[in-house]
């Protein structure tokens, strides 16, 4: 015959595995939900293209003078930026091409 043990009377129900995975899941959906609140919303296609390139190689880059992956992130977001922002002379020059041609 099994016994059954005696609670005190308001003494909660042990949780299951199934109940404590749902709330780990919560948890850290929680937490990365807080992490990417705070970076700035993307405001151009230039900005999220350079994003996903600095998150792409932020792991690849080495780190000899001990910056943490925040700051190398930021050198290569501001890299990118500064690459991408490059007047275009090719453009110019086709242009005067092609009316000197007419």
Do not use: W
């Amino acid at each position: 015959m099994q016994r059954h043990a005696v609670r005190p009377r308001g003494a909660s129900r042990p949780v299951p595995s199934r109940c404590l995975g749902a709330t780990l899941l919560l948890a850290g959906l929680a937490f990365a939900g807080s992490a990417r609140a705070q970076e700035a919303p993307i405001t151009s296609l230039q900005d999220a293209a350079c994003r996903a390139e600095a998150k792409a190689r932020v792991f690849s880059i080495p780190d000899p003078l001990n910056l943490g992956l925040r700051e190398i992130g930021k050198q290569l977001y501001f890299g990118c930026m500064k690459r991408s922002t490059r007047p275009a002379r090719h453009a110019k020059t086709r242009r005067q091409r092609r009316q000197r041609r007419r």
